[in-house]
Structure formats: C-alpha cells, structure tokens
C-alpha cells in the first residue's frame, strides 16, 4: 500500500494518507477489545466457543473485502486519453472505476509525470536497491516500532491483568480498546504536521518513540498493588507513541527510494523494510513476558524485563533514524547513477525526468496554506 499510493500522491505528502491507511489497523484493534468482551458471552452458541464465531465472522468479511478490491480499488493512472489493453488474459480481469477522469486526470497527469512514463526495470535495478545502505537504518527503525507494537497488541491484556488480577476477562477486552483509540489519535494528529514539515521526519520520529519509552517506564515502575492505574496510564502513553511511527518509517522509505531508484525502489524498500521489520515481532512475540518463563512469575516486578527490552530496541530504533538523517545530510540522497528515467523528489540532474510534484517536494510547506492562513 506504501507503493500504491505513490502512484496517486507525491512521496512527501503520503504520510497522512499511509497513516489514514493504518488506520484500519488501530481501528480493528480497538474493535477486537470492544467485540470480543461480546464474543465472549456466545460460548456454546451453535456448539462453538466465542473465539471461533470471532474467526468465523471476521474471516468472512475478509474474503468479502478481498474479492470486492477487483472492483473496488483504482489501476494506476493511465495519461489522458489512453485505454487500457484489455486484451488476451486481461479480458478476465475485473476492470475498476479510474480514480481521476476529466480536468482532475489532466491536473494528476502534469503533477505526477514519472508515474505514466515509467520504465521497466530489471534484475539489477533490484540488486541496486537491496545493496543501498539507506534501507537498513529504516528496517531497524521499524523492527524497533513494530515490535513494540505486537508485543503490546499481543500482551496488553496480560500487562493489565499483571498490574490488577482482580479484573475479569470482559474488563480487560474493554480496557484494551483505549490504548487503540490513542494510537489512532496520534496518527490523525501527526502524521499531516510530518508532511507539512516533511524536513524532518526523523524529528517526528523519535519524539513518537520518546513517548513510548516514557510510557513503557511508567508501566514498569509506576503505581502499586494499592493503586495499579498508573501502569494502564503508561500503556495508553505507549499506544499514543506507537500511532505515527510506522506511518512515518514507510513515507520516509518512499521519499528517500523513490528519488534514487523509481517505482522498483519504493516497491522493494517498502518491502524489505515492512518484511525484514516485522522479525521484530518474532522477538517480543515468542521471547518475552508469557515466553519468558522468570519474567512471568506474579509479583511486583512482574514483566519488568520484558518491559526494559522493548525499551531497548526503541533506543535502537531511535540510534537509527538519527544515524540516517546524519548520513543523508552529509553523503546526500541524489539519483542513482542508474537512475535515467523515473522522477526524482528532490533534484533535477540531467535525464531525470521532473515533473511539477517533484519541483515542489523540494521546498518545506512548514504552515503555508493552511485554510486560516489562505486569502
């Protein structure tokens, strides 16, 4: 999806729209909390358990969804009065709705020329992308985020039932869904000020992981038997952290690859940054506070070492966007040498096609044009 909206919108202005697209995520999170406290009360219902009248449901609505994409989600734009080939094996294929038509298509196709006059790739192109280093600053930042993430999606209910045990299984559904419901806030709230100062993505970026290790402190250190909310009060801190970080690690993967390397380099990086990252969810997934058999026995410091490992690969996460703005300062991000044909965000070196996005992503929109600011 990281790549799919590159097609529609210019790099440094896709962080809102990958956020909005995250979305889904915290919303279904949030849902999960809230449904599975009612999930809960249908066990025996039909001879099943709730969980598996959960599965049921939902994987229904999946492959609902899935099919209805065919139709559902745009082709990548075509120029102004070209057609698509419908030939051959094509003809099979469910043709979906153009996203643009009229004066809007024509305004796209000057905005975003590089996206119709593509180039084929080959294997080397591809070579060129895994070999840059840029790409392994970004997958250290997202193995850091995400991991934190799945840990507290995967555990959140059993850090909370660490913090109080007297709460039931309902309870703990429904305070759940909170830490969700801070997570997206965040990401509404944060992700348009990370395009307007697109600049600056690694700033947005540790102050988000700043919030989660403050948050992942106070879970471990705060409150007590007495007065356990403090703990929970962490946990929502860690889910108003965790909001825009992905967003942002995977937009800064398409402004620096998309400049350097065209389509193939913001397909591949997003890939090996969103696969390679995601092994950081092995890590807390299997390794700590229920597969960590000292960490889990009850008690005061219940989780604690679990708690201060997640705080250890934030810092690391932290190390790394901070090493990637210094490198990108100093060594640069111009075309790859390779590079003759594809739009670049940020230079116009000779055979690189500019087009009117790219001229503007050059410059920082800070707070001009806001709508209380436009006359």
């Not at 030939?87 to 996206?115: N, Q």
Request: aromatic share 12%; with cysteine; hydrophobic share 45%.
């Amino acid at each position: 999806m990281a790549y799919y909206l590159t097609l529609f919108y210019p790099p440094s202005r896709t962080g809102k729209r990958i956020g909005q697209y995250f979305t889904a995520a915290q919303v279904s999170a949030a849902v999960v909390g809230l449904v599975s406290a009612g999930f809960q009360k249908m066990d025996g219902l039909g001879g099943l358990v709730g969980f598996q009248w959960m599965f049921l449901l939902y994987g229904l609505v999946g492959i609902i969804v899935g099919i209805s994409l065919l139709w559902w989600l745009p082709d990548r734009p075509l120029p102004p009065g070209e057609t698509r080939d419908r030939m051959g094996w094509r003809k099979w294929i469910p043709e979906s709705r153009p996203a643009l038509t009229g004066e809007d298509a024509r305004i796209h196709y000057e905005d975003l020329t590089r996206v119709y006059h593509r180039r084929a790739w080959t294997v080397m192109d591809l070579v060129r992308v895994v070999i840059d280093w840029r790409v392994w600053p970004l997958m250290i930042m997202y193995f850091g985020v995400v991991g934190v993430g799945i840990g507290v999606q995967n555990y959140g209910t059993v850090i909370i039932r660490g913090a109080n045990p007297r709460l039931t299984g309902v309870q703990l559904s429904l305070l759940f869904a909170p830490i969700w419901v801070m997570d997206l806030i965040a990401i509404l709230l944060v992700t348009p000020l990370s395009d307007r100062f697109h600049h600056h993505r690694a700033l947005f970026f540790i102050l988000a992981v700043c919030i989660q290790i403050a948050g992942l402190l106070v879970t471990t250190y705060a409150g007590s038997r007495a007065n356990p909310w403090p703990r929970y009060g962490g946990l929502l801190m860690v889910g108003f952290g965790l909001g825009p970080t992905v967003p942002i690690t995977m937009t800064w993967t398409n402004e620096i690859f998309q400049p350097r390397h065209g389509e193939v380099g913001v397909a591949a990086a997003s890939a090996l940054v969103s696969g390679l990252g995601n092994l950081g969810s092995i890590l807390t997934t299997y390794a700590l506070y229920s597969g960590w058999a000292s960490d889990r026995k009850p008690g005061p410091k219940q989780y604690r070492k679990s708690n201060l490992v997640m705080v250890g690969i934030l810092c690391m996460s932290i190390l790394s966007a901070f090493t990637m703005a210094l490198l990108l300062k100093f060594v640069g991000n111009g075309p790859n040498a390779k590079q003759i044909s594809s739009g670049s965000s940020t230079s116009e070196g000779e055979g690189v096609m500019i087009d009117g996005a790219a001229r503007r992503e050059v410059h920082q929109r800070g707070l001009g044009r806001l709508w209380w600011r436009r006359r």
